[in-house]
């Protein structure tokens, strides 16, 4: 009997991404960074030529960023980083509030033992970046985002979790300047325990309310 001829699947062709679809991301993170401060206006040739693009993918970029919210383009003056207003941030985080506590009340009743582990790890993590002396606040942004993403995918609602996934990308336009305020961290973490405290007992009206006071000490600090 022949040799069997070990099979043979074709390589899989991912498409290349779009390059505005880098640019845009490139763009994201600077503004992310205050690289590119809000109110700032954003020079397309000057960009262009940093990139070696043509002018065509970053204006396509700049339609994806304004959609998102982080790019306001004004007619004849060109593209501006967004302002954050106090009453956009108050809607933002309302908005943040009602569907991340939402989905926290799942994941109280819903989440596997495995799944809580986790979020029991990430909150661990968190702990370690906002550690007296030590603390990393960029690792803490980090790590604070990966949980609350996470818990959001445990939730499971795809639909919600793009309404999030947008509305924190305007809430990063301010995030640095409510955590960098003195203890702002360090209530953050407490605040972070009490929710897993919450998820830990599988009390779902607990961990929604619980959720509900960390958006609301966080709007209080953006102010």
């Given at each position: 009997?022949?040799?069997l001829?070990?099979?043979?699947?074709?390589?899989?062709?991912?498409?290349?991404?779009?390059l505005?679809e880098?640019?845009?991301?490139?763009?994201?993170?600077?503004?992310?960074?205050?690289?590119?401060?809000?109110?700032?206006?954003?020079?397309?040739?000057?960009?262009?030529?940093?990139?070696?693009?043509?002018?065509?993918?970053?204006?396509?970029?700049?339609?994806?960023?304004?959609?998102?919210?982080?790019?306001?383009m004004?007619?004849?003056?060109?593209?501006?980083?967004?302002?954050v207003?106090?009453?956009?941030l108050?809607?933002?985080?309302?908005?943040?509030?009602?569907?991340?506590?939402?989905?926290a009340?799942?994941?109280?009743?819903?989440?596997?033992?495995?799944?809580?582990?986790e979020?029991?790890?990430?909150?661990?993590?968190?702990?370690?970046a906002?550690?007296?002396?030590k603390?990393?606040?960029?690792?803490?942004?980090?790590v604070?985002?990966?949980?609350?993403?996470?818990?959001?995918?445990?939730?499971?609602?795809?639909?919600?979790?793009?309404?999030?996934?947008?509305?924190?990308?305007?809430?990063?336009?301010?995030?640095?300047?409510?955590?960098?305020?003195?203890?702002?961290?360090?209530?953050?973490?407490?605040?972070?325990?009490?929710?897993?405290?919450?998820?830990?007992?599988?009390?779902?009206?607990?961990?929604?309310?619980r959720?509900?006071?960390?958006?609301?000490?966080?709007?209080?600090?953006?102010?």
């Amino acid at each position: 009997m022949p040799a069997l001829m070990p099979e043979t699947r074709p390589a899989v062709s991912l498409a290349p991404r779009p390059l505005y679809e880098e640019v845009a991301e490139l763009l994201r993170q600077r503004i992310f960074k205050r690289e590119l401060e809000p109110g700032s206006w954003i020079d397309e040739l000057k960009i262009a030529e940093e990139f070696g693009i043509s002018r065509t993918p970053l204006r396509e970029a700049l339609k994806v960023l304004a959609a998102e919210g982080l790019v306001t383009m004004k007619v004849r003056r060109g593209a501006y980083v967004t302002e954050v207003s106090q009453q956009d941030l108050a809607d933002v985080y309302h908005l943040l509030s009602l569907l991340e506590s939402d989905a926290a009340g799942v994941v109280a009743t819903k989440a596997t033992d495995a799944e809580l582990k986790e979020l029991q790890a990430l909150h661990k993590a968190l702990e370690t970046a906002a550690k007296p002396g030590k603390a990393n606040t960029d690792q803490f942004f980090a790590v604070n985002e990966q949980f609350h993403m996470r818990l959001l995918q445990i939730a499971n609602n795809r639909w919600r979790d793009q309404m999030v996934a947008d509305l924190r990308k305007v809430m990063k336009l301010n995030r640095h300047n409510s955590l960098l305020k003195t203890g702002r961290i360090e209530e953050s973490l407490a605040e972070h325990r009490a929710i897993m405290d919450a998820l830990a007992a599988r009390d779902a009206a607990l961990t929604v309310q619980r959720v509900r006071e960390h958006f609301a000490n966080g709007l209080e600090a953006a102010e």
